[in-house]
């Protein structure tokens, strides 16, 4: 929705994902999040890491370069918070791992959608009642999404000129308008 309405607006766009932004990208993510096997967490790290690689390198940088805005759905701090506290990885660890797939490259600004864990997990069981299928990511515990959702929140509270967390209660077209607002306040100062 966000990548449109800029579209709308003038704006050069590319609107992308990790995992799954590239061609290895999408091999990698379905490997991953549609396996059956248990992953061991450094697999996972390794993997993400892999594609945010590619998908810098290949994606992400080049579009810049063209003077895009690109819109990525996660990037680093989903490693930050899904691998580092999720997964219970060292956060220096995890910064080397992500400096080296990055080549230091940062966003401008990260959007978080900010929901209690519950009420995300209901949204989760709405979707697969409705015939989505549930990888492997949507499997873990409360308490796992308790420790990621800290740590996002946790990040906030340090970069708060790059970092904002956007209630993500209520409608889709309520939650659209408060990213709207942000997204076109930081693009004006920009």
Known sequence: M????????????????????????????????????TVAPLAELLLFAADRAQHVN?????ALEQGKIVISDRYSDATSAYQGAGRGFPETTVRQIIE???????????????LPVQKALLRTDSRTAKGEKKNRMDKETAA?????????????KNEPER??????????DEVKKRVLKIVTEFLENV
């Open 163 to 172: 970092f904002r967390i956007i209630d993500a209660e209520g409608s889709t």
């Open 2 to 37: 966000l990548a449109s309405e800029l579209l709308f607006r003038g704006f050069d766009v590319l609107n992308t994902c990790e995992p799954g932004g590239t061609p290895l990208g999408r091999r990698l993510r379905e490997a991953f999040l549609e396996t059956e096997e």
């Open 144 to 156: 796992f999404y308790e420790r990621v959702r800290y740590a996002y929140l946790k990040i906030g």
């Open 100 to 114: 080296l797939a990055t080549s230091g490259l940062k966003p401008d600004l990260t959007v978080f959608f900010d």
């Open 58 to 62: 290949f994606l992400v940088k080049p």
